[in-house]
């Protein structure tokens, strides 16, 4: 079983829906969250990160994490076609080790106009 | 202004022959690391330096070879290419100064081994 499982899609939704990503993990150890986008052929950028359980909103994006659950989530509203990417969540332990990131396995959405 | 970049893009190159990635980074950090993307897009980590320090080495062929001459550069030899060491190889960077988590990738750079 690997750390992080993510469903890998392919999703299409409509613009303008909401989307909803999900990542699972079994470390309970793993403290910070991260949520990566990947255009085709292009490195992963960062999208946001949460620290322990709770919620982030930066724009359209929203980060949840459910520490008890082991589960985060990235919604994204009112969806662009431009939002179309592989979406990867990310986490690791403590930022004071030099562990590195933990990745899901993508999840690839297409936002159809 | 690139914060993260990586040389060459693309590689193609016939099994047996040896090749060197090459990575820079200009944002001042002190760790920096190699990942392995394959067709699946699931990436995972290969080495990782701090300070010119070897710190990740992850359970990868000895034909891999990391190399750091500064904090701001980490190349990344491989000998002897297999046709399964095509992938999308990423150089990332992060500070562990701030406890800061992020990690800043590059573009990558694909290679392909025939």
């Known amino acids: 079983q690997k750390e992080v499982e993510q469903d890998p899609g392919p999703l299409s939704v409509p613009e303008g829906a909401i989307v909803s990503l999900n990542c699972t993990y079994s470390?309970?150890?793993?403290?910070?969250f991260m949520w990566y986008r990947q255009y085709s052929r292009k490195g992963p950028e960062l999208l946001m990160y949460t620290y322990s359980s709770g919620n982030k909103e930066d724009g359209r994006f929203t980060a949840q994490v459910d520490k008890s659950s082991k589960y985060i989530s990235l919604f994204i509203r009112d969806s662009q076609p431009s939002d179309s990417a592989t979406y990867l969540c990310?986490?690791?332990?403590?930022?004071?080790?030099?562990?590195?990131?933990?990745f899901g396995s993508g999840t690839q959405l297409t936002v159809l106009p | 202004d690139t914060a993260v970049s990586q040389t060459p893009k693309y590689l193609v190159t016939q099994m047996g022959n040896d090749k060197s990635i090459k990575c820079e980074q200009n944002l001042g950090h002190d760790t920096m690391y190699w990942y392995k993307q394959d067709s699946k897009k699931f990436l995972k980590i290969m080495f990782s330096?701090?300070?010119?320090?070897?710190?990740i080495n992850e359970t990868v062929p000895n034909r891999f070879s990391p190399k750091s001459p500064d904090k701001a550069h980490l190349n990344l030899h491989i000998n002897s290419l297999e046709l399964g060491d095509s992938a999308v190889y990423f150089c990332?960077?992060?500070?562990?100064?701030?406890?800061?988590?992020?990690?800043?990738f590059g573009p990558g750079t694909r290679l392909t081994v025939t």
């Open positions: 330096y701090n300070n010119k320090e070897l710190i």
């Open positions: 470390n309970s150890a793993f403290q910070y």
């Open positions: 990332a960077s992060s500070s562990r100064l701030a406890l800061r988590v992020e990690q800043y």
């Open positions: 990310a986490m690791r332990l403590n930022p004071g080790s030099a562990r590195q990131l933990t």
